[in-house]
């Protein structure tokens, strides 16, 4: 029998294991997911369509659209295909952290990522690579679900969100990253060696996940200790009934009893598996009444619905817009470039701008809302500008501003709820944001741009949607503070 106790004594950490390279595999990890996102949004592997002049002289398109004759809705799709396979896996991964091992699930996850992506550079057709695209997704799912509570674990107390912005700069670096680097292989050679390259990348880091000794998630039982519990009560009830049982068939136990024993112990461990299923739904629907009864989770989330909107619709279309609004002659290495530098500086500024600050929800709020609303008005006021240096420099500013936001929305994600809670907390933001977010608002854009034929215009509309965000997230933060208020005035009225 294994003591109650032991279910919850903390396993010893692996001895490759230090919280600084801990952080650094995930970074990288991190940053080869997000390279894959900038990399099918570049010129060079997303590419152009055949396009024809008045003289009735074509030029022949390049790239996936080129290749699979897309329309900029089809072109939009593939950007967010792989939402598909992420709404689905999220949940299920960080349910099922609570009955497998969390880092063996990053270990699977990192697996099907890279098999998918090998899939793209082999795809035949458009309905092939959106399939591949969605499996990216569940690939993904399990990384963005487990990653940041490891972190989160980890890091120095009075560092906490400036390892998260460590980490959620590998966001906008591996997105620039994609751009340059899908420019590069996708014009000098061809866009299905970017594929390639990718899953070539993340393939020792799949690897490494299934080999080495795995860490546990704060919060958590260690799994062996729970699958030696579950064995013992399983083995004791099926005991129980198989006692019962015989007592009640007296003398027919002594013709083909063993047989009699075999089917009561099938039947018994066939109910066993389907309770098992049961209470794992029961327990996530709990989970899930849990977090959307959370007023601070499901404000925090609506503000970053609406800043993932635009920041998605940027990533994918931000080079094409750039090079029809300005001509630029290297439309993705000057966006990589230009983000490659802000996202870095900005989403390292936020995490440790809320450290000094005091890191509380209160004050990640501010800094939410600040940050949103003061790069909404400098990205607005660069699409509004003739000049291309003048639109650089106002553009890099709001950059900078909005990326601040990144190691705060996930701090308050990850500790407005219990510790068992935060692997669900950051799947359902990441699907949400996601799901309402990026993954609709590229072929929106792309619908938006067909109808009025007009980049700047499109730009425009798409940005004051950053305002809405910094209001949303300024909620957040009145609530707060009025909870705060309620709480001093029930003390002064009911003192100790």
């Known amino acids: 029998m294994v003591p109650p106790s032991s279910s919850m004594d903390p396993s010893p950490p692996p001895s490759w294991f ?78 099922l952290a609570k009955s497998y091992n969390p880092f063996r699930l990053i270990g699977v996850g990192l697996s099907v990522w890279t098999l998918s992506v090998a899939g793209c550079a082999s795809a035949f057709s458009f309905w092939f690579i959106a399939i591949c695209r969605m499996l990216v997704g569940v690939g993904e799912a399990s990384f963005i679900s487990l990653a940041a509570p490891f972190i989160d674990d980890n890091a120095p107390v009075s560092q906490k969100t400036a390892w998260l912005a460590m980490f959620y700069m590998c966001i906008p670096t591996g997105i620039a990253l994609g751009y340059v680097y899908g420019g590069y292989v996708g014009g000098y050679f061809h866009w299905r060696y970017a594929f390639w390259g990718e899953a070539l990348l993340m393939l020792p880091f799949a690897v490494f996940g299934f080999l080495v000794k795995p860490l546990q998630l704060k919060g958590f039982s260690p799994v062996e200790s729970k699958k030696a519990l579950a064995s013992v009560e399983t083995v004791s009830s099926v005991t129980d009934v198989a006692d019962s049982k015989a007592s009640k068939l007296d003398g027919r136990m002594l013709v083909g009893g063993d047989g009699i024993i075999g089917d009561e112990l099938s039947k018994t461990s066939k109910s066993e598996s389907i309770h098992n299923i049961l209470n794992q739904l029961s327990r996530f629907a709990k989970d899930m009444k849990v977090l959307l009864v959370d007023k601070i989770y499901v404000v925090n989330v609506f503000g970053y619905i609406a800043y993932n909107f635009v920041i998605g619709a940027y990533s994918y279309w931000g080079p094409k817009a750039g090079y029809n609004i300005y001509h630029m002659k290297s439309a993705d290495m000057l966006f990589g470039g230009v983000t490659i530098v802000c996202g870095i500086l900005g989403t390292i500024s936020g995490g440790f701008i809320l450290d000094r600050m005091g890191a509380t929800i209160s004050n990640a709020f501010i800094l939410l809302s600040g940050a949103t609303f003061l790069g909404a ?22 950059e900078l501003l909005v990326f601040a936001t990144q190691a705060p929305v996930n701090y308050v994600c990850l500790h407005c709820v219990r510790p068992s809670l935060r692997p669900l907390s950051m799947a359902i933001s990441t699907v949400s944001i996601h799901i309402f977010g990026d993954v609709p608002s590229s072929p929106l854009v792309g619908i938006l741009q067909d109808h009025i034929n007009n980049w700047r215009d499109t730009a425009l509309i798409l940005t004051s949607i950053l305002f809405l965000a910094a209001g949303i997230w300024f909620i957040g933060f009145c609530y707060m503070l009025s909870t705060s208020l309620m709480m001093e005035v029930n003390q002064s009225l009911h003192p100790e």
Do not use: H, W
Request: with cysteine; glycine share 12%.
């Open 18 to 95: 230090t919280p600084k390279r801990l952080l650094i595999i995930f970074c990288v990890i991190n940053m080869i997911n997000y390279v894959d996102r900038g990399a099918i949004a570049s010129n060079g592997v997303n590419g152009s369509s055949e396009t024809c002049d008045d003289k009735g002289i074509c030029k022949s398109g390049s790239g996936i659209q080129g290749e699979f004759d897309l329309t900029n809705f089809q072109d939009g799709l593939l950007s967010s295909a792989f939402m598909v396979g992420l709404l689905v896996a999220s949940p299920i991964f960080a349910s």
């Open 377 to 398: 008005i400098s990205c607005f006021s660069a699409f509004c500008l003739r000049s291309l240096y003048g639109f650089i420099v106002l553009f890099a500013v709001g």
